[in-house]
């Protein structure tokens, strides 16, 4: 357990403390992301004793924060109490990345608020629930980790872009263990089929074993926060060491008998990176469903959607309707049929997500269903009618 400092020592400081006169030092959290912005969200805080902390892991009504030290330049971490601030809504509630106003007064820190969230990384609940969970927050890049040791699926990919461009960060492929790859053709082949599902995003393959793309992924987010997500066995934990430049993260071998990983991290963490910056480690996800991504999905399917401008009728579903551009660029080969059918895959389970948590929503998605039904039945039977 981390020590706690004695607040009677002076351990923390407040948000802005220089002499008169003196140009301020740069704030203790500056380097884990604190600004200008959070000194004004934080100021009512402050004029009740409060101190800031930015949370780096969560546990069961716990949580490890960063406040500021006794040092001008430095943090302590703090184990604090959440339960002040343990709301029902699971979107709510206290996770890895968020700032917090921590009162340090008695035996044990405790979080008192939740500063507003900048962008936060949210899917849906498991077993199809239509609760969402808050994996990461106030997240600036989202690098999505996809071992090339297996077969690449990139519905996965793009089902993982949907809720990164949904989060508000700016999300990136890393291919990782691409020294597996027989030769640097099928290394090509693999980024080119990647970046065609990914539009606007920077796809670089990687190799914790030999370095190759370390360096590029280290430039890539030297800067702000990062939260890395993937699949277990995709290689995150490997990723985190050779970012961080030291062994911070257990890591195991993959199933000999099917390439699929073990559980190595269990809990999200904060590590602070060599060239500034931070990143948020979590475990690998086995399912990761939309939640409320309708802008995630128009991003990812960016060229779907531009195509749609060309419909004949505005609400188009693409399907049998007449004077379909996106169905015209299927035909002529201009647009993958792979690639309609993964949009249509992720608008439906969005909707279905939508429809759970509004029933006015539910009773128009059924009207515009049985709308777009009886208009099919309609082409068909005029279909018919013109070859009889």
């Not at 923390?12 to 992301?33: I, K, T």
């Not at 790859?181 to 990914?198: I, K, M, N, Q, R």
């Not at 985190?240 to 099917?258: M, S, W």
């Not at 060599?274 to 948020?280: A, K, M, N, S």
């Amino acid at each position: 357990m981390s020590a706690q400092p004695d607040p009677s020592d002076s351990a923390f400081l407040s948000p802005s403390s220089s002499l008169p006169g003196e140009s301020p030092d740069p704030h203790p959290l500056a380097r884990y992301g604190w600004d200008a912005g959070r000194d004004a969200e934080f100021a009512p805080h402050a004029a009740k004793g409060l101190v800031p902390g930015r949370v780096t892991r969560v546990d069961r009504g716990l949580c490890d924060v960063l406040v500021p030290a006794a040092d001008e330049a430095g943090t302590v971490a703090v184990r604090a109490d959440t339960s002040l601030v343990t709301p029902r809504d699971p979107m709510r509630i206290v996770c890895t990345g968020d700032w917090a106003a921590v009162d340090p007064a008695g035996e044990q820190p405790i979080v008192r608020a939740r500063l507003p969230r900048r962008t936060a990384f949210v899917r849906s609940g498991s077993s199809k629930r239509s609760d969402a969970q808050v994996l990461a927050a106030n997240v600036d890049h989202a690098v999505i980790a996809v071992s090339l040791a297996v077969e690449l699926d990139l519905a996965r990919v793009e089902r993982f872009l949907a809720l990164a461009w949904e989060s508000g960060a700016q999300p990136l492929v890393a291919l990782t263990k691409s020294d597996l790859v027989p030769d640097a053709a099928g290394v090509a082949h693999l980024v080119a089929d990647t970046e065609a599902s990914a539009p606007g995003v920077l796809v670089l393959p990687v190799s914790a074993t030999t370095g190759d793309g370390i360096d590029a992924l280290a430039a890539a987010v030297g800067t702000g926060t990062t939260v890395l997500l993937g699949q277990s066995g995709a290689g995150k934990s490997t990723l985190a060491n050779a970012l961080v430049g030291e062994d911070v993260q257990r890591v195991q071998a993959t199933r000999d008998t099917d390439a699929k990983g073990r559980h190595t991290t269990t809990t999200r963490t904060m590590l602070p990176l060599p060239g500034g910056g931070v990143l948020i480690d979590t475990p690998g996800l086995r399912g990761v469903g939309l939640f409320d991504a309708d802008t995630g999905v128009a991003q990812v399917f960016a060229e779907i959607e531009s195509l749609a401008e060309e419909c004949r009728f505005h609400d188009c579903g693409h399907g049998v309707e007449p004077g379909c551009a996106v169905r015209d660029a299927v035909e002529n080969g201009t647009l993958a049929q792979r690639r309609l059918e993964s949009f249509r895959k992720l608008q439906r389970e969005n909707q279905w997500i939508a429809a759970r948590t509004d029933a006015r929503l539910r009773a128009e998605i059924r009207r515009d269903w049985k709308q777009k039904q009886a208009t099919g039945r309609h082409m068909m039977e005029r279909k018919r009618g013109k070859h009889m």
